[in-house]
C-alpha cells in the first residue's frame, strides 16, 4: 500500500513519493543546503528517517517553511567527489564493443573474472543540466599518415549507474562483499560523454584518458538502497563462478534506463534506447569489494560507475557507438536529420525509474547534458 504524504503533489508522483525521498544538494537565495526530494519541492532535512516521518499523512506537525519549489533552487552535485571510478560492468556491452573492434574474439579473457576499470576525473563532473564544449583530441584515421589534434568527429554519450560511496574503509583495509552494500549511499545516473576517435587511438596501452576527462555529467538525486529494495533482484552466480572474494554476487537491481535526444532543430525529444540494470553481469556489491580488494582506502562521496548499461536488443543499447553500430547504421530523427554520433547543439537526456506490480513507482530525475561548439 502506497505511503501518504501531507505533501499533496507526492501521493502518486512518478518519480518523487514518500517511499523514494533521494538526497540531494542545491543553492536557495545565495546559501547552499541539503535536502530530499519530495513530489515537485524539496524539504530541508539532513536525516532521511526524519524527513520521512515529517513528511507522512498525520504527522504531528507540518512545517511547510521546510519546503521548497524544485523550480526555485539551483541543483548542484550532490556530494563533494573527492575520486571517480568507471567500470565496464555490462556484458552485452563489453561483447559490442569487442565484436567492433576483434570480430574473432570479441570478450577478453579476463573479462568473466575482474570487473574492469578506470580511474577517472572527479573534477569535470559535472551536475545534471551543465553544457560542455565539444573537445579536442589527437585522432588518427589514415594509418599512413601522422595524428591530427582538432575537435573530436565521434562524441558519444554513456548511460551509465552511479554508485555514491556513503562509509570508507583504511588503507590497507578491504571491504568484504556481504558488507560491500553497507558502504554505498545510494545509485544515480551518470553520462560518461565519451570522443570515440580519441578514444581509439589513445587508448592503448592504458586506458581512457582525454577521450573521457572533459566532462561525465551527474544527475543531483541520490537514491538510497532502501527506496530501491523492492526492486531488488538476487543475481545469479555467473560461469564460470566469480573468485571468493567476489562471491556471493549480492543484488542486481530492476532499474529502467532512457536515453532521450534532441537536436537543436528538434522540439521534442526523441527516445533512443531503453535498457535495464538488472542485465549487468557484476553487481554493485562486486564493484565495491574488488575496488578495495588490494587496500584502496575508498572515502565517503567517492563515485563509481558501472559502465555502459546495454541489453541483449539494438534498443536497449546505451551508447551511440553500439546504437548505431559506429555510425553504419545512423539514427533516423524525427526532424529529418541522422546521427551517427553526436552534432553540436544535440541535447542528450537520461531518465531512470523503477516499477513493478505491487510497489510504487520511484524515479532518479534526470541526467541533462548539451553539446556546445569548440572553443
Not at 579473457?109 to 560542455?132: D, E, L, M, Q
Not at 580519441?198 to 527506496?227: H, R
Not at 541522422?338 to 525509474?353: C, H, N, P, S, T
Request: overall charge negative; aromatic content about 10%.
Amino acid at each position: 500500500m502506497a505511503l501518504k504524504s501531507w505533501v499533496e503533489s507526492a501521493n502518486g508522483h512518478p518519480e518523487f513519493p514518500l517511499e523514494n525521498l533521494p538526497l540531494g544538494r542545491f543553492r536557495y537565495r545565495g546559501e547552499v543546503h541539503h535536502g530530499f526530494a519530495i513530489g515537485d519541492f524539496v524539504f530541508l532535512e539532513s536525516d532521511r528517517a526524519r524527513a520521512r516521518e515529517a513528511l507522512r499523512e498525520g504527522a504531528t506537525s507540518r512545517d511547510e517553511s521546510r519546503l521548497i519549489k524544485q523550480s526555485d533552487v539551483e541543483m548542484l552535485l550532490p556530494v563533494d567527489i573527492g575520486d571517480y571510478t568507471d567500470f565496464y560492468a555490462s556484458i552485452n556491452h563489453a561483447t559490442n564493443v569487442g565484436s567492433m573492434f576483434r570480430p574473432d574474439n570479441p570478450l577478453l579473457p579476463n573479462y568473466k573474472w575482474i570487473p574492469i576499470g578506470y580511474h577517472g576525473r572527479a573534477s569535470s563532473i559535472v551536475v545534471s543540466g551543465t553544457p560542455f564544449h565539444r573537445p579536442k583530441g589527437q585522432t588518427r584515421d589514415d594509418a599512413e599518415k601522422p595524428p591530427v589534434f582538432g575537435p573530436t568527429k565521434r562524441l558519444d554519450y554513456e548511460l551509465e549507474v552511479g554508485i555514491v560511496i556513503g562509509k570508507g574503509n583504511d588503507l590497507g583495509d578491504t571491504i568484504a562483499i556481504d558488507r560491500a552494500e553497507d558502504h554505498i549511499l545510494g545509485l544515480c545516473i551518470v553520462n560518461d560523454w565519451s570522443a570515440r576517435d580519441v578514444q581509439t587511438w589513445e587508448y592503448q596501452p592504458l586506458g581512457p584518458f582525454l577521450a573521457k576527462n572533459f566532462a561525465t555529467s551527474m544527475s543531483p538525486w541520490i537514491v538510497t538502497l532502501d527506496a530501491l529494495a523492492p526492486f531488488r533482484i538476487e543475481a545469479p552466480v555467473n560461469d564460470p563462478p566469480p573468485l571468493p572474494y567476489l562471491s556471493p554476487p549480492g543484488a542486481l537491481y530492476d532499474i529502467t534506463l532512457e536515453v532521450w535526444l534532441r537536436s537543436a532543430k528538434m522540439r521534442e525529444p526523441m527516445l533512443v534506447s531503453r535498457g535495464n540494470f538488472r542485465d549487468m553481469y557484476w553487481t554493485i556489491a562486486q564493484l565495491v569489494a574488488h575496488h578495495a580488494s588490494n587496500g584502496c582506502n575508498m572515502r565517503a562521496g567517492d563515485l563509481l560507475a558501472s559502465g555502459t548499461v546495454s541489453g541483449t536488443t539494438k534498443e536497449s543499447r546505451g551508447c551511440l557507438l553500439e546504437r548505431t553500430w559506429r555510425g553504419t547504421e545512423p539514427l533516423e530523427l524525427p526532424s529529418g536529420e541522422q546521427r551517427r554520433f553526436l552534432e553540436d547543439g544535440d541535447e542528450v537526456i537520461m531518465r531512470a525509474y523503477c516499477e513493478r506490480e505491487g510497489a510504487t513507482r520511484i524515479g532518479f530525475g534526470e541526467c541533462r547534458g548539451t553539446v556546445l561548439p569548440p572553443l
